[in-house]
């Protein structure tokens, strides 16, 4: 069975500080999605990693896929408080698309 | 553009009673999967169509069935609740063929069971 370990689980810091979220596992994937998720909608997918070594940036947010595929991770400089939410990564787990997911992290940024 | 819409957004549903979920994914997009997330944890998979047809199929309960129409909407039908379906339900839409890089979710179905 496939499965993707998230941590740090819950995590609150200040306005300005930065931060890094870990996603692991013992199993390879073709890839992985981090996904932010606001309270009572649907997850809203950030990026989608694919290659070992990927290193994708989107304005202050740093993903990176390892280099064994197995493991991810999301660093965010200078969090703002709009950045608070949930994040999940996601492995895509077979040829159907289906998608296995972290436990989350629930980030909260106070001003 | 045109977004993944699910439908009814909330619902309450007495145990033992039945409640049917749906889900009309993005134009265009030929499959669709089903998630449920309770309280506080990640979304599961529950099951996926492609063309009409189941392509895969996850922790869903007997009591739960599911299908994909002709206009590629699907349906998810629950039965006998319980109070742990007590949850949201999210559908996901993709066109084949192109990974995980082209899902999108819905805004989801909050299912409440009293």
């Known amino acids: 069975t496939q499965l993707l370990e998230q941590s740090p689980q819950f995590l609150s810091i200040q306005e300005g500080e930065n931060l890094t979220v870990y996603c692991n596992s013992s199993?390879?994937?073709?890839?992985l999605q981090w996904y932010r998720q606001e309270p009572g909608e649907g997850p809203v997918l950030l990026v989608t990693v694919v290659t070992g070594g990927e290193v994708k940036k989107l304005k202050r947010l740093t993903f990176q896929f390892g280099d064994a595929r197995k493991d991810s991770s999301l660093h965010i400089t200078a969090a703002q408080p709009g950045d608070t939410g949930l994040y999940l990564c996601?492995?895509?787990?077979?040829?159907?698309?289906?998608?296995?997911f972290g436990q989350g992290t629930t980030l909260q940024v106070k001003p | 553009a045109a977004g993944v819409i699910q439908s009814p957004r909330h619902l309450i549903k007495e145990k033992r009673e039945t409640a049917t979920l749906k889900c009309y994914p993005i134009p265009r997009h030929d499959t669709v999967y089903w998630y449920q997330q309770g309280p506080g944890q990640d979304p599961q998979f529950l099951i996926s169509?492609?063309?009409?047809?189941?392509?895969d199929k996850g922790s869903i309960p007997d009591r739960f069935s599911a299908q994909q129409f002709s206009d590629y909407h699907s349906e998810l039908n629950m039965s006998s609740l319980e109070l742990g379906d007590s949850a949201l339900y999210f559908c996901?839409?993709?066109?084949?063929?192109?990974?995980?890089?082209?899902?999108?979710f819905g805004s989801g179905t909050r299912l409440t069971v009293v």
């Open positions: 199993s390879v994937f073709s890839s």
């Open positions: 996901a839409s993709r066109p084949s063929g192109t990974g995980v890089e082209g899902y999108t």
């Open positions: 996601a492995g895509g787990a077979s040829n159907t698309g289906k998608l296995i």
């Open positions: 169509f492609y063309e009409k047809m189941q392509s």
